[in-house]
Nanobody
Framework: QVQLVESGGGLVQPGGSLRLSCAAS????????MGWYRQAPGKQRELVAV???????NYADSVKGRFTISRDNAKNTVYLQMNSLKPEDTAIYYC?????????WGQGTQVTVSS
């Protein structure tokens, strides 16, 4: 059973930076997509940034140029570096590990951007 442990959320002022981490363990596959989604109050969960096992990335238009997804294969960990944060980035950020036919979610970490 895949387990995802997230860390790195918190409160930051507009224009600030945060880095989220997600460590995966248990039953991992060589073929996968792993990354981040977010859900703001009253809104649907949306893709933020994901990376395939082959290294391809996909970003939401709203975060392009500000957020960067990366990974450490030795640690089975993906990171989301978030720069130039805006109040509209406030949400619960969820790590996702997706293999053909099945998806796994982390517990979520709160990111609040406010002065």
């Amino acid at each position: 059973q895949v387990q995802l442990v997230e860390s790195g959320g918190g409160l930051v002022q507009p224009g600030g930076s945060l880095r989220l981490s997600c460590a995966a363990s248990g039953g991992l596959s060589r073929i996968y997509t792993m990354g981040w989604y977010r859900q703001a109050p009253g809104k649907q969960r949306e893709l933020v940034a994901v990376m395939t096992s082959g290294g391809s990335t996909n970003y939401a238009d709203s975060v392009k140029g500000r957020f960067t997804i990366s990974r450490d294969n030795a640690k089975n960990t993906v990171y989301l570096q978030m720069n130039s944060l805006k109040p509209e980035d406030t949400a619960i950020y969820y790590c996702n590990y997706n293999v053909p036919g099945r998806g796994h979610w982390g517990q979520g970490t709160q990111v609040t951007v406010s002065s």
